[in-house]
């Protein structure tokens, strides 16, 4: 792809990586096929192609973002199926973030527009705001039919009930049981404590009676990923900021083989720290190192290797693997191995590489497409078979389970619960349902 980039254009950092990322692509449109917004709309606008078409004049043009350039940006997932289906190797993500950035800055979007996306990056990375405001929630369903769509999306979306907050998400350490083979920090993270705080519980008895030291770092919190992919970038810089910094003490102190994370979006994000501060000298060389240093749990497992599983239950699971686990990271084997060393039958869904329309805030932003999205990808799931459902990320376990009566839980609670750990509440749920 040609470009007209000035050579003033060129001098911001920005506009310099993302004119090599546009002058890669070849205009070939492999990634249409690939693409969920383009598979439901039908519009090249709204496909990978259209965007970068999209992303280039704005870029190239300057001044404020059209209205139409916010709008396709806005409906594309993130969800990097495109990045898998390209023979180019066309990196769209750090193109399509640039684009949301830009958009953010220069496009005044409409009141209510405006508004909604300030409620969700000011509460989502906040546990106790995001509480406070999921009780709010829980509160006002009754009257949703009274409200704008939006509104009630956020509310559908919303549990029936609130699980307590969990002591393993304080700052601590967790001693390994027997030898010490691994020492790692977890990522707590923000909305998956309120939302399902067992996942964390199940990640660290997992990792513990594995050999693995458990560190909670103190002053880590959200990654950064819900306001970065926003376009918000100053909020998602500081948030990644503070678990570099975390982190970054602890590694001083003591050390640290891995710095392990059990939602795969945010796992995506940590692991391209060292891109987003790429040109600040003061923060570059430290976040690469943390990048690094990340690792999804199902990798580190996959290294550590599974026990020999203590109840073997031989249940068919259908594993979803979420889009920033197996676009994102590249990560396909090994949760898939570990699934079937710990005992269950694999299921593979059809058409896994296609989005549940989950995305971070998308659901909440996006509710049609992703209604749509998510009806997709249930029909695929329960055409499995399947007793259960498994994935690797928390906004793809709400979102599926929406549409679907099967138990859907994190790969981690299955693998605990195979190798000493208690079952997964999802299951008792589902066996009391019965």
């Known amino acids: 792809m040609q470009t007209h980039f000035s050579l003033a254009q060129l001098a911001d950092p920005d506009n310099a990586v993302s004119e090599q990322i546009l002058r890669s692509c070849v205009h ?29 004049s704005m870029l190239e043009g300057g001044g404020p973002a059209p209205a139409s350039v916010a709008r396709h940006l806005d409906r594309c997932l993130s969800c990097l199926s495109c990045m898998t289906t390209c023979p180019s190797g066309v990196h769209y993500m750090h193109l399509v973030d640039h684009g ?54 956020m509310l559908a979306l919303a549990p029936r009930r609130l699980p307590p907050p969990s002591p393993v998400d304080r700052p601590q350490v967790f001693a390994a049981e027997g030898p010490r083979k691994r020492r790692v920090a977890l990522l707590s993270g923000c909305a998956q404590t309120v939302l399902d705080p067992a996942i964390n519980e199940s990640t660290v008895r997992l990792l513990t009676r594995h050999g693995v030291e458990v560190v909670v770092a103190p002053g880590a ?66 976040a690469a190192t943390i990048s690094a240093l990340a690792r999804d749990v199902t990798e580190l497992m996959d290294e550590v290797g599974l026990n020999p599983p203590a109840r073997p239950s031989g249940q068919a699971v259908a594993y979803h693997s979420a889009c920033s686990m197996q676009h994102g990271q590249r990560i396909a084997a090994p949760p898939r191995r570990l699934l079937a060393a710990a005992g269950f039958e694999l299921r593979e869904v059809p058409d896994g590489h296609l989005c549940c329309g989950s995305a971070g805030t998308y659901n909440l932003l996006q509710p049609e497409i992703a ?64």
């Open 28 to 56: 070939c449109g492999f990634c249409l096929a690939t693409c969920p917004t383009y598979t439901v709309l039908g519009d090249e606008l709204d496909s990978p192609r259209g965007r970068i078409y999209q992303i280039k």
């Open 100 to 153: 949301r950035a830009v958009v953010e800055k220069t496009y005044r979007r409409p009141l209510q527009d405006r508004a909604i996306r300030a409620l969700l990056a000011a509460v989502l990375p906040r546990p106790r705001l995001f509480r406070l405001a999921l009780i709010g929630a829980i509160a006002a369903r009754p009257a949703a039919r009274l409200l704008p769509r939006r509104l009630r999306a």
């Open 221 to 286: 919190g959200c990654c950064g990923s819900l306001t970065h992919h926003m376009g918000r970038e100053e909020a998602a810089l500081a948030s990644a900021r503070a678990n570099i910094e975390a982190w970054g003490r602890v590694v001083e102190e003591a050390g640290l083989d891995a710095i392990v994370i059990n939602t795969s979006g945010c796992g995506t994000t940590v692991k391209d720290y060292g891109h987003m501060f790429r040109a600040d000298p003061a923060w570059a060389g430290r």
């Open 371 to 434: 209604d749509e999205l998510r009806a997709r990808k249930v029909r695929a799931v329960e055409s499995t078979g399947a007793a259960i459902v498994a994935a690797g990320n928390i906004g793809c376990i709400t979102q599926i389970g929406l549409g679907t009566a099967l138990p859907v839980v994190h790969t981690v609670e299955l693998l605990d619960w195979a190798t000493g750990g208690p079952k997964p509440a999802a299951l008792k749920l589902a066996l009391a349902a019965v």
